[in-house]
């Protein structure tokens, strides 16, 4: 019986041709347990199917994967369409006809399909966790219920817009230092390997002692010759150890997250980025009528830092017991004297929501400049650090040669 309702509750992707009320041919995708099943939901949408066939799965893989700027992007285009008018399905079918990814479009085709047989959006979204985290689905779940659908998604699209920037912003600073670094390693592997034994080869017929610069870069370059391809598996598997340990560790995790905040520039970078994606989600969901204890418990999930994760759950845990919202975040002593006078402001006033967005706003411009200033900043310093390795390899390479002229 585990295994016929297993079978019974697989999907797949099935292409369709058929004509619709008014006669006109029309095309499509459809995601169904089995033919009969695809003919049936296409009549119930008013297609008469022609023909139903599975779509067959790409040999290599299925395409680019789902990324949060793919997620931000379908948000407001979704949000776009219903401010306009268009109905909800009607507005998945345009924004599936505009998708490349199709691993995206898939996706965004099985929920209209969803939405089409009568689930909810919220529910039909919430089948995709790995895309749509339970801020998202809640959020959305209140415009449902509200009758505010379309003003909720454009919310929920300004917030995933704001998100993905800060991130991005962040991801590009570090992509140029990243890049030089690689670059360095690999320009000092291959001269260790590949320039510097041609150079030891001429010494060796100098017959006199060479410099101790000269001899230690040759130790090395014979080191790296006999173990470089031992060398590159350890750091692969360095690498990839790092990586699992932060996803399986909850305590390594939690120590990257603390030494992160405690690294001089980059620390004060990682503490803005928080503070404002604290102050961006719990505005967004205190503005969208979501409970202050509901919304601080999607706002720890959010947090993006495990200090500050536990921090916004312990405000949870004092806000449900009846403290206010301000008492409860200076009690933590983790958020700045900003954040504190104008979430006391916002209780006071009645107008929480706004004050948080312009905290929001007030960070992420700081986090803007800061990343542009270490950007500024790094660019020397790497290339001073690149000279000196490439430099200092020439110069050890060329100084028995020198030593050999001013003799002779």
Do not use: C
């Not at 079918?93 to 929920?111: Q, T």
């Amino acid at each position: 019986m585990a295994t016929s309702s297993s079978e019974a509750s697989k999907t797949s992707v099935f292409v369709w041709r058929g004509t619709d009320r008014q006669g006109r041919d029309t095309q499509g995708e459809i995601t169904s347990q089995n033919h009969t099943t695809a003919r049936a939901q296409l009549r119930t949408q008013g297609i008469r199917p022609s023909s139903v066939r599975r779509k067959p799965k790409p040999l290599f893989g299925g395409g680019k994967p789902i990324k949060p700027a793919d997620i931000a992007i379908f948000t407001r285009q979704l949000a776009t369409m219903m401010k306009a008018g268009v109905p909800l399905v009607q507005s998945f079918d345009i924004v599936a006809e505009g998708l490349e990814k199709p691993k995206m479009r898939d996706m965004v085709v099985n929920i209209k399909n969803d939405v089409a047989t009568g689930t909810g959006l919220a529910p039909s979204l919430a089948k995709y966790p790995r895309h749509f985290d339970d801020l998202f689905i809640s959020l959305v779940a209140s415009g449902e219920g509200s009758g505010t659908l379309e003003v909720m998604l454009d919310r929920v699209a300004t917030y995933k817009e704001k998100t993905e920037a800060l991130k991005a912003k962040i991801k590009k600073a570090m992509t140029y230092p990243t890049a030089v670094v690689i670059v360095a390693i690999v320009v000092t592997a291959i001269l260790l390997i590949k320039v510097v034994p041609q150079f030891a080869e001429t010494f060796r017929s100098f017959g006199s002692d060479l410099p101790a610069f000269t001899l230690m870069v040759v130790s090395l370059s014979n080191f790296m010759q006999e173990w470089w391809f031992i060398i590159l598996l350890a750091l692969i598997a360095i690498g990839y150890a790092f990586r699992e340990a932060k996803h399986r560790s909850v305590a390594f995790a939690e120590f990257l997250d603390r030494l992160a905040l405690r690294l001089p520039v980059i620390g004060t970078i990682v503490h803005d980025a928080v503070i404002a994606r604290f102050s961006r989600t719990l505005a967004t969901t205190f503005a969208a009528g979501v409970p202050l204890v509901d919304a601080l418990q999607s706002t720890a999930g959010a947090a993006g830092n495990s200090v500050y994760a536990k921090a916004i759950l312990q405000i949870r845990d004092d806000v449900s017991t009846g403290a206010t919202l301000y008492q409860s975040v200076r009690s933590t002593g983790l958020f700045p004297n900003m954040l504190l006078q104008m979430v006391s402001i916002g209780e006071e006033s009645g107008a929480l929501d706004e004050m948080l967005d312009k905290v929001a706003n007030f960070y992420e411009e700081a986090v803007d400049n800061a990343v542009d200033s270490l950007s500024s900043l790094m660019e020397p310093i790497i290339m001073s650090v690149l000279g000196i390795l490439v430099g200092g390899l020439m110069i050890a390479m060329y100084l028995p040669i020198f030593m050999l002229g001013s003799v002779i």
